[in-house]
């Protein structure tokens, strides 16, 4: 048999797979292995970006994850800073207190204008006179108004 008159099957793409058209007289018969028709380039980068996407989806969540527990241990940080500080500032109020009544009392010491007492002098009490009692008004005292 010649090449020339050897009839090809049409073929019929039909969901991504090589259909034969049916031939009603063949030339050759016989069990032939399929072609298998490869994927187009854009289908493969396709599935290469889906791959690449959810990686980065991962990945930003993966980091959104440390950040958001690095946000919550900065918090609860300013929160101990806040608290120490007013307890500082507490502390720092009564130091500043018995400071000032240990100038005065120093002051008071370096000065000669006080001075303890050496003896306790008891001294009698005094009678204190009474004053004179008013006259009260009689209760039976009738006013008269305009008469």
Not at 41 to 54: C, D, I, Q, R
Not at 84 to 98: A, F, H, V
């Amino acid at each position: 048999m010649s090449r020339s008159s050897t009839s090809y099957a049409a073929k019929i793409y039909y969901n991504e797979q090589v259909k034969h058209a049916p031939v009603s007289n063949p030339v050759i018969y016989g069990k032939f292995p399929r072609y298998i028709v490869n994927k187009t380039p854009a289908e493969k980068l396709n599935k290469l970006l889906t791959v690449l996407l959810m990686g980065l989806v991962m990945l930003s969540l993966v980091s959104y994850y440390f950040v958001s527990d690095r946000e919550k241990t900065m918090n609860n940080l300013g929160h101990e800073i806040v608290t120490l500080s007013n307890e500082n500032i507490e502390l720092q109020n009564k130091i500043d207190n018995m400071h000032s009544f240990e100038k005065v009392d120093a002051y008071i010491h370096n000065k000669t204008l006080l001075d303890t007492a050496k003896k306790v002098i008891e001294i009698p009490a005094v009678n204190i006179a009474q004053a004179p009692k008013t006259q009260t008004m009689p209760i039976n005292y009738k006013w008269s108004v305009g008469y």
